[in-house]
């Protein structure tokens, strides 16, 4: 018996010490402008202003009028709002409080509403919502935890994961169980969940997930623990009977040599493809959500899986174009067709480009331009390769479509009309300028566009609903509205780019209705 409570005792003594986190950032380059995504891992280093000087003894204070002080209300238990997000105003352009009018409800409500985000300046406005610097709803501080919690949740569901994980540890980890929740989904597809189990052993009550639980035990070596943990939720059935299974392979594998593979399950969440992971029964991410192809881009995956992983997700907006380009030019291809000729076309045109040879670039533009359409990826090589592009003296075709590839890059003001003009060219150049166009060519949804730039008709709902505080909103009823005219609606497309220049999102409108007219999609 004494035996028994030693063991128990020394259990109860075993503690984990938090790692602390190192934060570092690089000064903002002044080049051109960077979607928010790109920004977060350049923001300027913040100083922490030192505490106020004390008064003077000789200066008592004074009151300057005979009315009485400002009296401030606040409830008991919360403090003033709270300004919690990842890009700064001065580079979001939106206010602190615009979600000051909305109910966290009606936000999250909208969020889960939202149509699949194709245009890409459509996801790009999304994302500056989403991380942009707010302050809670109607002043609340519970309403401000409970939308940075939906927030990190749409950053995960678009497999924004690096964003996502800044979200949450800047609203608090340890705030209640569902923000450590959060944040050990994050943490466990990116591969960093020792950070959360270390915490977990300080504060076990962030959690009631038993498999969480068992993991951390294992993740520190403590196997008596996890498997003590193991047997008493196996026995009292507090897990699903797919994950007792599961949970028995990871902490037993010797017993189940030579049996027969765990069927996958219908839905997958971060921990299980985790264990399914560690027992070597690693499932493909194809099919699952944006989300788990970030695991793919870490070295346990091969470079093909990390290849697709990175298509997929910069194709979504969720992976820095950089980073893209890194994993692209990583090493030469293996074999041919498919995702290897297009990994070859670029890279012939990035070596061309280098030489600054006209010729060595006219050959190698369009190969590399088709392999980008093929994927989908036309922002992300224009956002790339634009400002390299734009001195080099090309000719004809190659020309022009130099030209079309500046406009969707972030230096798309900077493109004239040409020599000789194109009818084309003259009508988006002038969309790139915000001005009304001349001339309505034959391209897709031009009246719509010139309409918006020439005779705008933004939705008076949204402008009014912009006005009474609830500017977020308006922006999510806009963005729906912008993807409902990028697949085909003319009035919806008309009005959408109305309403975001009547907003003061002139920069979405331009650039939307620049992809709207180049992009080619089904």
């Known amino acids: 018996m004494m035996r028994v409570f030693r063991q128990i005792s020394a259990l109860c003594l075993i503690g984990w010490s938090v790692l602390g986190q190192a934060q570092t950032s690089a000064q903002a380059q002044n080049a051109a402008p960077l979607s928010v995504i790109e920004w977060l891992g350049q923001q300027p280093k913040v100083e922490i202003p030192k505490s106020r000087p004390p008064l003077k003894p000789d200066e008592a204070p004074v009151a300057k009028t005979a009315l009485p002080p400002a009296v401030t209300v606040t409830t008991l ?39 699949d985000l194709h245009l890409p300046a459509a996801r790009a406005l999304f994302y500056t919502l989403l991380l942009a610097e707010a302050t809670a709803p109607k002043g609340n501080a519970s309403e401000g935890d409970a939308l940075a919690l939906a927030r990190v949740s749409a950053l995960i569901d678009a497999g924004a994961l690096d964003p996502a994980l800044s ?27 020792d950070r959360a189990c270390t915490l977990l052993g300080q504060k076990p009550f962030l959690t009631s997930d038993y498999s969480v639980r068992i993991l951390c035990a294992a993740r520190a070596g403590n196997w008596d623990m996890a498997a003590l943990t193991f047997g008493s939720a196996q026995a009292l059935q507090l897990l699903p009977p797919e994950r007792l299974a599961l949970l028995d392979r990871f902490l037993n594998p010797d017993l189940f040599e030579g049996e027969p593979l765990l069927p996958t399950p219908r839905t997958m969440d971060a921990i299980g493809f985790r264990m399914f992971e560690a027992i070597g029964e690693r499932p493909q991410t ?41 994993i692209y030019t990583h090493r030469e291809p293996a074999a041919s067709g498919g995702i290897w000729d297009r990994v070859e076309a670029l890279q012939r045109f990035e070596t061309a480009l280098r030489t ?54 972030p230096i798309y003001e900077s493109v004239g009309a040409g020599e000789p003009p194109s009818p084309e060219i003259v009508f988006l150049a002038a969309i790139a300028s915000g001005e009304a166009p001349s001339t309505r060519p034959d391209i ?76 080619e999609r089904n």
């Open 286 to 326: 194809r099919m699952l959500p944006p989300a788990f192809a970030v695991a793919d881009l870490r070295d346990v995956a091969g470079w093909k899986a990390q290849l697709e992983a990175a298509e997929r997700l910069t194709r979504i907006g969720a992976l820095p174009d950089n980073r893209f380009l890194g």
């Open 444 to 519: 897709r949804q031009a009246d719509a566009i010139a309409s918006a730039f020439s005779t705008p008709t933004p939705r008076q709902a949204l402008i009014d609903q912009a006005q009474n505080s609830n500017l977020g909103m308006a922006i999510l009823h806009t963005i729906a509205l912008l993807e409902e005219g990028a697949n085909g609606d003319t009035a919806a497309l008309r009005d959408a780019l109305s309403t975001l220049r009547a907003l003061g999102l002139e920069d979405f409108a331009r650039r939307a209705a620049l992809q709207v007219s180049l992009l």
């Open 356 to 409: 600054q040879s006209a010729d060595a670039v006219s050959k190698t533009l369009r190969p590399a331009w088709q392999a980008m359409q093929e994927a989908e990826l036309e922002v992300s090589f224009a956002t790339l390769y634009a400002d390299a592009l734009k001195p080099i003296d090309l000719q004809g075709s190659v020309a022009a479509l130099r030209d079309r590839i500046l406009l969707l890059s």
């Open 167 to 193: 979200l949450i540890e800047q609203a608090g980890v340890a705030t209640s169980p569902d923000h450590f929740d959060l944040w050990m989904q994050v943490s466990l597809l990116l591969g960093t969940e």
């Open 77 to 115: 238990g919360e403090g003033g709002p709270r300004a919690i997000g990842l890009v700064p105003t001065n580079v979001t352009g939106l206010p602190l409080d615009l979600w000051a009018g909305s109910s966290v409800a009606e936000i999250t409500t909208l969020f889960d509403r939202l149509p």
